[in-house]
């Protein structure tokens, strides 16, 4: 799906289609073997699944830059780094940076090492790119922040109260939410205004999906 000068992906990535710059959040490369390391049974599948749709993506897209919205690797250095500077390393015509998040504490020699450039936030035109989503009131005017960390799930219903929450994209007034790229993260519902637009994945599909706009409930005074 294109949309003013983006193209959401349903790898659950978005792409700048004029500067040729592909996004994503959340990747939390690592995950699954630090989990594996504390002796939990997670499916060792899952690392190779984000791997080869991350390498598919490049491929496809063909991207000039790649900026990679935080928590590109979940913990401290496990084997599964050393995967993703292969990634990196093959595709030398393409630039990889990192707006760092809260699970990115790596050093930086190992961030140096694999040709990744380290940021606190960057702009790309009318776009601010960060990892946790700007305030409303610290994004300055004309300008739209691009955000992930929140790891958006829409939840929808169906009959007999039937319902599945969904990864998305969760575009507000000002602020685009993209969805954790990682297979193994986890979603969290959102709760949408009356004026935001939801894209959800659906069949490897990207789907604008109708939702209730999230209200307050007023606070029984006893």
Request: charged share 20%; aromatic share 8%; net charge neutral.
């Amino acid at each position: 799906m294109v949309t003013d000068g983006i193209q959401l992906l349903p790898e659950k990535a978005l792409l700048l289609t004029v500067e040729k710059i592909l996004v994503v959040a959340d990747l939390h490369f690592g995950k699954i073997n630090h989990f594996r390391q504390a002796g939990m049974p997670v499916p060792q599948g899952a690392n190779v699944k984000n791997a080869e749709t991350l390498i598919d993506l490049i491929n496809a897209m063909s991207p000039h830059r790649i900026i990679f919205l935080g928590d590109l690797f979940h913990s401290h250095y496990n084997e599964e780094w050393e995967v993703l500077g292969q990634i990196v390393s093959n595709f030398p015509a393409c630039r990889f940076d990192l707006i760092r998040g809260n699970h990115d504490i790596l050093s930086g020699q190992q961030y140096v090492r694999k040709n990744i450039s380290v940021m606190d936030h960057t702009d790309v035109g009318h776009w601010i790119l960060t990892h946790e989503p700007m305030p409303d009131e610290a994004i300055p005017e004309g300008k739209v922040n691009m955000a992930g960390h929140l790891h958006p799930g829409a939840h929808l219903e169906g009959r007999g109260r039937q319902g599945i929450t969904l990864p998305c994209f969760w575009f507000r007034s000002n602020q685009i939410i993209l969805p954790a790229f990682g297979s193994f993260t986890g979603l969290a519902s959102i709760r949408p205004s009356e004026n935001d637009l939801v894209f959800a994945i659906i069949e490897n599909k990207v789907m604008e999906v109708p939702m209730a706009p999230y209200k307050k409930r007023s606070r029984l005074i006893r």
